[in-house]
């Protein structure tokens, strides 16, 4: 495996840590809190953000081998990832939108990566 294919998996891996994050504070924000303090400093929440942290450093750290004109088309993953992970952890139902918005992502992708 050459170098920046390594990049491009560390990147793919900070934009599914973001995903991960997101549906903890998704499911966070779904329960219920005693107070509004309580709200946004629980565990989960922290822990989210501790995540959105981790993946911003790592997203840094794989521009070094990831030209930038990749970076966005990577970072679209992340759709596909919450998508996926809501219908799983969160129990979404995949509507016809959500399937066709996420169809043409990955379209999209392929064909950046053919040209």
């Known amino acids: 495996m050459n170098n920046s294919m390594i990049f491009v ?8 840590i973001s995903a ?4 903890i504070l998704k499911k966070s924000a779904n329960g ?11 565990a989960p929440v ?19 081998g990831v ?4 970076g966005p088309v990577l970072e679209a993953t992340g ?9 799983l952890v969160l129990k979404e139902k995949a509507t016809r939108k959500k399937v066709i918005g996420n ?9 950046f990566a053919v040209c």
């Open 103 to 111: 169809g043409l992502i990955i379209i999209g992708i392929i064909i």
């Open 67 to 70: 030209p930038l004109s990749l």
């Open 20 to 23: 991960i994050s997101q549906i």
């Open 32 to 42: 219920h809190h005693d107070s509004i303090i309580k709200e946004y400093l629980n």
């Open 46 to 64: 922290i822990i989210a953000y501790s995540f959105f942290l981790l993946s911003t450093l790592l997203t840094a750290y794989a521009y070094k």
């Open 9 to 16: 998996l560390i990147f793919l891996g900070s934009v599914f």
């Open 79 to 87: 759709y596909v990832y919450v998508a996926v992970l809501g219908a």
